[in-house]
C-alpha cells in the first residue's frame, strides 16, 4: 500500500469531509447538519487498485451520499487508481452504487460487504469497525500448561487465527496476544483447592518451570503443525504478578473488593451490568454462578482477585501482597496481560464458549471497574463453540480425549484437522470421531492433488504461501485480465467475512478444483494463494509425499500403494474375496486401511497381533 493520501478534506454543497483522526475522515451531512455522519477510511493504493471503506448509513439524504461519492471517486481516480475496491456498510450499499454510478465511467469500483463478526456482548452478527483506523487489538484467553493440549483444546486458537487470517486479508494491522497461563488456574476453575500446574509437577516430580516449559513447547509444536500463526505476544502470567497485585489494590481502593480470610474477592453487587455478556438476569439471577463453601464470601458470583494461603500448606507457587502471601486469581491474569499489551480498550476478546458464561463475565467486571471511564471494555466478545465427542464435549475430565499426535500415529496429516475444523463453522458443535478424521484427510489430499496438477509448474512454490490481501488479489486478477478469477476472488471474499463462513469457502474451491481447465495456470496460482491465505491449508504446497503417513523403514510406500490399488479395481469390479484377500495381506504388513466417505485412507498400525 503506498503512503501518499487516498482522500483528503472535501468541502461541498451537500457534504463536507474532514480529517477527524489518523486514517479516518469524518462526513458532515449539510442537510441535517449533523457532524460525524458517517466515516471514510482510505486504505490506500496497491498497483492501480485503490481501497477505501466507509460508512454512510447516518447519512440522510441520497444527494448528499451521490456527492460524498462522486467525491471519493474523483480523488481516488486523481491518485492514479483504475478501480476502487468499496466496502461499505450492507444497508447503504444500494444508496452508494447508486452514487458511484455517476462516477463509474471514471472508474472500474468493486463493492463489497464490510467483514462481520458474532458478537456476544448482544448476541448479534455486526459489522467490524475498530476503534483505531486499521488497526485491531485482539486477545484470545490461552492454555494452562500442565498437560498436553487434546484436539478439542486446539479448536480455540484454530478458530483466532482464522478469524486473524479474515482481518489481514481485509487489509487490517493485527496486533494478537495469547496468554500462557504458568498459574492460578485451579482444578475445576474454582476459587479454591489446587493450583493446577502445581498438582502437575507433584504427579510428575518435574518442577513446575520443567512442566510449563515443556508443555508450552508441545502446545507451540500443536499450533505450528496446524499453521496458526503466531500472536506478537505470549505472556506468562508468572511475568505479571506486580501488575495484578497493582491492578487489584485498585480495586479494592475503589471500593470494588473486600478482604476476608481466604483472600480479596471482588463484589459482583458493585457492578451494574454484571453477567450481561452470559445473559445472565442481574436484578435476581446473580447467584447462578458456581457456589462454593468460602467463608465470608458475600455472593456466590464473587470471585477471588487474590488468593491467601491461609492452610499453611507448602506452595510451590507463591507471592508477597497486601492481602498476605498467595497467588493471584485466575480471571485476572487475562484483564491485566491484555490491559498491559493493547492498551485499555481493545477491539476483540476471544475464547471457547465455556469462558462466556464465567471467565469472561469476570474479566469484564473487574476491567470496567478498574478503568472506571463508562465505556465498554472490549467491543468485540467472540467464542467458538465445542469439539464433541459422543454428543459431549471433549475434555480430559470425561476421558476419550485425543491429541494432534494421536492423529498424526493414525496417519492423518496435522492439516487435514484443520481442514475439519474448517469444515464446520465456529459457532457450530462439531462431532470428533477417528473415521471423521481420516475422512478429512481423504479429502484435503484430493484437494490438494487436484490443485497441484491445475497449478502445473506453478505447484509447490513458495510463493503460494504468501500471505495477500483482497486488494492485492483484485489487482492481480485484473493485470491478468480474467473476470472468471476476479469473481470467485469475490465469492471467497463474500464467505469469509460473513461471520466466517469457512465450510462455503472449502466447498467452493472443492467444487472449482473439479474444473482445472477453467482457469490458466497464473490465474490458479492467485486464486490458490488467496485460498491458502483465508485457511492456511498449504494448497498447491502439499505433494502426495505428504500424505504418507510416518512409517517404519522396513514398509514399503510402493508395494502398499499397489496393493492399494489392486484393492480398488477388485471392490470397483465388485471382486469381493479378492478385495478381502489384498486387504489381509496388507493387515498382515501392519497395515491398517479405513474405508471412509471420502475413500480408502492408510496407515501403519504395527503387525497384526493374531487377535
Ligand atoms: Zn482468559
Redesign the pocket.
Known sequence: MSTTPLIGPYDGASVRLWEAEPGRLAVEDRGTGSRGAGWVEPLGLVGSTAAVRLSTSAVASDGAVAELLTSVVDQVRAAGADRLVLETDDEDRERVLGGAAARTDALDVILVPPLRIANSLGRQVERFVPLVPGRVGM????PTVYSYAHLGNLVAYVFADTLKRALQWRGFDVRHVI?I?DVGHLLADADQGEDKVEEASRREGRSVGEITGAYTRAYWDDLSSLHVRFPDEWPKASAYVAEMINFAAVLEQHGYAYRIPSGLYFDTARQDGYGELAGIDTSGQRETGRVEAVEGKRRSSDFALWRTFTDGRERLMHWESPWGVGAPG??L???VM?ISLLGSHFDI?T?GVD?REL??VN?IAQSEAYLEDGRRWVTYWVHNEFLNVKGAKMAKSEGGILRLADLVALGVHPLAYRYLLLSSHYGSQLEFTEKIAQSAHVALKRLALRLRAALGTAAGGEGLEEPVTLAEALDDASVLGSGLLRERLLALDAAMVDDLQTPTVTALVNEWSRDPDALPPAEWEVLVRAANTLTGLSLGVLAPADFVPPLPAEVDVAWVEDRLAEREAARASREWPMADRLRDELTAAGIRVEDTPEGSHWYYAGPATGS
Open positions: 486477545y484470545s484467553c490461552g496468554n497461563t485466575w480471571h491474569e487475562c484483564s491484555s476478546h475464547g469462558h471467565h469472561h474479566e
